[in-house]
């Protein structure tokens, strides 16, 4: 498969069939650094002509989420198909539960994702991808890498620090993933369900529960997000004597 082929398969495989726009950037040393977005899917195309074209001066990077407009800002994001970690130097192998497609973003260092089923509410993703982050920190993970609006290498391109070229290690695509498969993933570092609950009012205002989850999303634990996207088990009619 082309280098050009390559990336635009991969988006596929990350984004399916959602509609968004995507952003992909272009970074120079510490000189020069470009954003640009793509209507998905309708320019994937483009957008894969466009990191193959700018890939020999600069380190591609791409959000492995979509926007509602032209702004990498959390605030815009609509669709997260995945979970996202910057693995650096831990092996893919030992993360659970194991990653749908994982990136070599140089020769030791990788980068992965956990399809998943359906699009979720993009903190709830972002609140994942963080669990993993520090659940697997000593083992190598990068902590720095679970936010939304994070970048991440596209493959087909190079990681111009090391010289290597970035390419995809492998893809399973049959591995796809719902809320409460993560659900043994440790809490991290200010999501814990007793820390900070004291301070959420007993009174809300009236907003979406998109905005709810963002103003309190470092006082929720996985618990919390489990519970809401746990689909409740079939109702087991009474038995008849």
């Known amino acids: 498969m082309s280098e050009l082929k390559q990336k635009a ?9 959602t509609e968004g726009i995507l ?3 272009a970074k120079r040393g510490q000189v020069e650094f470009i954003e640009t977005f793509f209507e998905y899917p309708k320019e994937v195309g ?13 380190d591609i990077y791409f959000s492995p989420m979509l926007y509602d407009r032209q702004k990498r800002q959390k605030e815009f994001v609509i669709i997260t198909p995945c979970v996202w970690a ?8 030992m993360i659970r539960p194991p990653p749908t497609i994982v990136v070599n973003s140089s020769s030791k260092r990788t980068q992965a994702y956990w399809l ?8 709830v993703a972002e609140n994942i991808s963080k669990r993993i982050a520090y659940a697997y920190k000593g083992s190598g993970v990068d902590t720095s890498g679970w936010d939304l609006t994070q970048l991440l290498r596209i493959p087909g391109t190079i990681n111009h620090k090391r010289e290597e070229k970035v390419d995809i290690a492998y893809v399973k695509e049959a591995r796809t993933y719902q809320v409460p498969d993560f659900a043994n993933i440790p809490d991290a570092p200010g999501t814990s369900l007793i820390e900070g609950l004291s301070s959420i009012p007993e009174q809300i205002d009236d907003m ?3 905005i709810l989850l ?9 618990k919390v997000y489990k519970m809401i996207y746990q689909k409740p088990l079939k109702e087991i009619g009474r038995a008849h004597v």
């Open 9 to 17: 398969a991969f988006l596929k495989a990350l984004f399916g069939n």
């Open 23 to 25: 952003c992909l950037a």
């Open 46 to 58: 483009r957008a894969a002509e466009w990191a193959n074209r700018h890939k020999g001066k600069y």
């Open 86 to 93: 910057d693995l650096d130097t831990a092996d893919p192998s």
């Open 116 to 123: 998943l089923e359906e699009n979720v509410v993009p903190l």
């Open 208 to 210: 979406s529960p998109n």
């Open 214 to 222: 963002d103003k309190y999303r470092n006082k929720l634990s996985s």
